[in-house]
Nanobody
Framework: QVQLVESGGGLVQAGGSLRLSCAAS????????MGWFRQAPGKEREFVQA????????YYAMSVKGRFTISRDNAKNTVYLQMNSLKPEDTAVYYC???????????????????WGQGTQVTVSS
């Protein structure tokens, strides 16, 4: 069982920055692919970014290209999402997810993740 706890959300003005963190339990974090998803009110949960177990490969949604950066520290069992140039449309609950079996481009798809955090709210004001 893997537990994921997100933190770092909050209220920020458009153009500002936030860094989300996701702390994972367990000894095998360094073997998991990790992803960030978000869900705005009335919308489906959508892919944001993902990172391979080693951190050498990353994947992103076009909507966040050049603004968000995913990274991980396997020594701390933590994955991060640095969000810059935030826009009101980035407002959502952000979820961290772990995939213990999948790699590659499928990491953009929710069914390939088997553990999810509870989410952290990000609100961007205009």
């Amino acid at each position: 069982q893997v537990q994921l706890v997100e933190s770092g959300g909050g209220l920020v003005q458009a153009g500002g920055s936030l860094r989300l963190s996701c702390a994972a339990s367990g000894r095998r974090f360094s073997s998991y692919s990790m992803g960030w998803f978000r869900q705005a009110p009335g919308k489906e949960r959508e892919f944001v970014q993902a990172i391979s177990a080693s951190g050498t490969s990353t994947y992103y949604a076009m909507s966040v290209k050049g603004r968000f950066t995913i990274s991980r520290d396997n020594a701390k069992n933590t994955v991060y999402l640095q969000m810059n140039s935030l826009k009101p449309e980035d407002t959502a609950v952000y979820y961290c997810a772990a995939s213990t079996t999948s790699i590659g481009s499928v990491l953009s798809q929710r069914p390939f993740y088997n553990y999810w955090g509870q989410g952290t709210q990000v609100t961007v004001s205009s």
